[in-house]
C-alpha cells in the first residue's frame, strides 16, 4: 500500500495527475480545469501520511470538488485498506482486540489510538 501512496504523491507533485472525463456533480464533459491542492491526513496500516489533494473546478455548473486517489474514503482518515483489514479482523475477535492489533501494526513509539466505536461504526456502514 505505502507503494501506491507514494507514487500517488510523486504524481500529485509533477502534475502526472489525469482529469477524469466528466464532472463529479454535473456529470457533463469536457469543462473541468484544475483548481488547487489541499494537504490531508491519513492513517494507513503502517504509518501516518500528509497527502495533497487536487481539487477540480466545472465550469459548466460552477462547482468544485475533490480528486481523491482510490485508497482514500470520503470523509474518513483511515485509508481503505485500514478499513478492509479491521472488517476483515472483526469477523473473528472483538473491537478492542482490533483497535490494539491496528495499533500494533505501527512502529513505535507513536500509535494511533483508534476508538472502538469507529470499529462499530465501519461495520455499520461498510460490512
Same mark, same amino acid.
Given at each position: 500500500m505505502s507503494v501506491g501512496i507514494e &507514487?500517488?504523491? !510523486?504524481? $500529485?507533485r509533477t502534475g502526472g495527475l489525469t482529469k477524469p472525463n466528466r464532472c463529479a456533480i454535473c456529470a457533463r464533459a469536457g469543462s473541468l480545469s484544475w483548481h488547487g491542492t489541499y494537504q490531508r491526513s491519513l492513517i494507513a496500516l503502517t504509518r501516518k501520511w500528509t497527502i495533497p489533494i487536487k481539487r477540480l473546478y466545472c465550469r459548466l455548473c460552477d462547482h468544485t470538488f475533490a480528486l481523491l486517489p482510490p485508497f482514500v474514503v470520503k470523509f474518513h482518515r483511515y485509508a481503505k485498506e485500514v478499513i &478492509?483489514? $479491521? =472488517? &476483515?479482523? =472483526?469477523?473473528?475477535?472483538? &473491537? !478492542?482486540a482490533v483497535a490494539e492489533m491496528i495499533a500494533n501494526s505501527f512502529p513505535k513509539p507513536r500509535k494511533p489510538e483508534i476508538a472502538t466505536l469507529t470499529l462499530y461504526l465501519w461495520r455499520r456502514k461498510f460490512a
Amino acid at each position: 500500500m505505502s507503494v501506491g501512496i507514494e &507514487r500517488y504523491i !510523486e504524481k $500529485a507533485r509533477t502534475g502526472g495527475l489525469t482529469k477524469p472525463n466528466r464532472c463529479a456533480i454535473c456529470a457533463r464533459a469536457g469543462s473541468l480545469s484544475w483548481h488547487g491542492t489541499y494537504q490531508r491526513s491519513l492513517i494507513a496500516l503502517t504509518r501516518k501520511w500528509t497527502i495533497p489533494i487536487k481539487r477540480l473546478y466545472c465550469r459548466l455548473c460552477d462547482h468544485t470538488f475533490a480528486l481523491l486517489p482510490p485508497f482514500v474514503v470520503k470523509f474518513h482518515r483511515y485509508a481503505k485498506e485500514v478499513i &478492509r483489514t $479491521a =472488517l &476483515r479482523w =472483526l469477523k473473528s475477535r472483538t &473491537r !478492542e482486540a482490533v483497535a490494539e492489533m491496528i495499533a500494533n501494526s505501527f512502529p513505535k513509539p507513536r500509535k494511533p489510538e483508534i476508538a472502538t466505536l469507529t470499529l462499530y461504526l465501519w461495520r455499520r456502514k461498510f460490512a
